[in-house]
């Protein structure tokens, strides 16, 4: 079921989202050679703690889950495209390291990611993130009252094919709320004027993710 919010929810939704964006910001500029992706996740925990937010990841149990997820961030090396554990690893030259993480604030998640090249990475990496970042904004541009949740799959799943990529399988961005997960299901393909309808007062996470081989 799809959950509208009103004008102050989606107020204190973007409160929560700065917050987060001020935790990436920060995780991107710290995260270099030598440093492990478990102190990352420790920083992210004490600055969501600062801002009078808990960390949305910690402890979430999606359906199906035996346990509850045990950090504050997912820390993804490399051909780890997401969910990857913070750990004891030491991140190197050359890692293309990719942060995703949320926050809850006043009841409302956030939930967003970032790639952070460590030292000197390939141009694939390079041309992956770049065109990453473009199907991101093309996905953003789609997202409005009367279009589509295909209408912004199109989008993305275009950029990713221009560039040369491929969309990951079985990856998807979702509706957002005082749950993480809400619907609808934001797929990185689709056909225009197919799917969910968008509506005003829906909020979304449009969450591209490419790959270069053929996304299995």
Same mark, same amino acid.
């Given at each position: 079921? *799809? &959950? !509208? ?10 409160? %929560?989202?700065? +917050?987060?964006?001020? +935790?990436?910001?920060? !995780? ?16 992210? =925990?004490?600055?969501?703690? @600062? ?17 509850? =997820?045990?950090? %504050? *961030?997912?820390?993804? &090396? ?11 690893? $030491? ?11 949320? $926050?809850?604030?006043?009841? =409302?998640?956030?939930?967003?990611? /970032?790639?952070?090249? +460590? ?8 041309? &992956? #993130?770049?065109?990453? @970042? !473009?199907?991101?904004?093309?996905? /953003? %541009?789609?997202? +409005? ?12 799943? %275009? $950029? ?21 997960? @809400? ?16 509506? @005003?007062?829906?909020? &979304?996470? /449009?969450?591209? #993710? ?7």
């Amino acid at each position: 079921m *799809i &959950i !509208l919010k009103t004008q102050d929810e989606v107020e204190i939704m973007a409160e %929560s989202g700065k +917050i987060l964006g001020h +935790i990436l910001k920060t !995780l991107q500029s710290v995260a270099k050679i030598g440093m492990t992706t478990k102190e990352l996740d420790n920083i992210a =925990y004490r600055m969501a703690k @600062e801002a009078n937010s808990v960390p949305a990841f910690l402890n979430y149990r999606p359906s199906g889950a035996s346990k509850g =997820y045990p950090a %504050s *961030i997912c820390a993804s &090396i490399n051909d780890v495209i997401v969910h990857g554990l913070p750990s004891n690893y $030491v991140l190197k030259d050359g890692d293309l390291l990719k942060i995703d993480s949320g $926050v809850k604030y006043k009841g =409302y998640c956030s939930d967003s990611a /970032i790639t952070v090249a +460590i030292g000197n990475v390939s141009e694939t990496a390079k041309r &992956i #993130m770049r065109a990453t @970042e !473009l199907a991101l904004m093309a996905g /953003i %541009s789609q997202a +409005i009252p009367g279009n589509t949740v295909g209408d912004i799959g199109f989008a993305v799943e %275009s $950029v990713a094919h221009k560039n040369g990529f491929s969309i990951a399988d079985g990856l998807t961005g979702h509706g957002i709320g005082r749950n993480l997960h @809400e619907d609808p299901y934001v797929l990185n393909f689709g056909k225009k004027g197919k799917g969910e309808l968008l509506r @005003e007062g829906m909020v &979304i996470a /449009i969450e591209p #993710m490419l790959t270069a081989g053929r996304g299995e």
